[in-house]
């Protein structure tokens, strides 16, 4: 089973601040997706990631894409309220199977103003 | 619209009494998926479809049925519902497997 671990779980930061959310794994991914989930909505996606090294920005977010495919990135610069939202990292699964993404448990992000 | 819809939105049942999740996409994608979110365990996917008539199971498949027999609806049925299936349940498609996941609105069900 192809395990993405992201950290933190939980983070509570002040507006205006920076931040940074990681997504690591040992196997490696083909494509890394990046998602927000607000309160009673289902995720929506904010990225993909596919080449080892790849940075994308995303107006203040940027996510990079680990060199050897196994981890990801995102980070928030100057964090607003509307930010806040669980953020779910989610990889391709590599085992030749038609079984799509795995995703990661997130990470719950709350700016306070 | 570009959409996903599920139905019904909240659901409280008994254990045992069969029900069926709805769940319809109007952009003509070939791959469905339903998956459930639980606090601490994330999203984990039960069942996914490749197109029409192609199903299988994902990694928590037990207690759950699927079908695919329109490419637009890819119903959830739990035959005999236990208190362990309340969950907050999405269905997702694509185009392909590895695509732009579009999830709908989920359900949020209590088996009692």
């Known amino acids: 089973t192809q395990l993405l671990e992201q950290s933190p779980q939980f983070l509570s930061i002040q507006e205006g601040e920076n931040l940074t959310v990681y997504c690591n794994s040992s196997?490696?991914?083909?494509?890394l997706q990046w998602y927000r989930q607000e309160p009673g909505e289902g995720p929506v996606l904010l990225v993909t990631?596919?080449?080892?090294?790849e940075v994308k920005k995303l107006k203040r977010l940027t996510f990079q894409f680990g060199d050897a495919r196994k981890d990801s990135s995102l980070h928030i610069t100057a964090a607003q309220p509307g930010d806040t939202g669980l953020y779910l990292c989610?990889?391709?699964?590599?085992?030749?199977?038609?079984?799509?993404?795995?995703f990661g448990k997130g990470t719950h992000l709350i700016i306070q103003p | 619209e570009a959409q996903v819809t599920q139905n019904p939105r909240y659901l409280i049942t008994v254990t045992g009494k069969k029900l069926t999740v709805t769940c319809s996409q109007n952009?003509?994608?070939?791959?469905m998926s339903w998956y459930r979110q639980d606090p601490g365990l994330g999203l984990r996917q039960i069942y996914y479809?490749?197109?029409?008539?192609?199903?299988d199971k994902g990694d928590v498949p037990e207690g759950y049925k699927v079908s695919r027999k329109e490419k637009r609806n890819f119903p959830l049925i739990l035959e005999s519902p236990s208190p362990n299936q309340t969950s907050l349940y999405f269905c997702?498609?694509?185009?392909?497997?590895?695509?732009?996941?579009?999830f709908g609105p989920g359900t949020r069900l209590t088996v009692l």
């Open positions: 997702a498609s694509s185009f392909g497997y590895l695509g732009k996941q579009f």
């Open positions: 196997s490696v991914f083909s494509s």
């Open positions: 990631v596919v080449t080892g090294g």
């Open positions: 989610a990889g391709a699964k590599s085992g030749g199977g038609a079984d799509g993404l795995t």
């Open positions: 952009m003509n994608h070939e791959y």
């Open positions: 479809s490749m197109n029409v008539e192609v199903t």
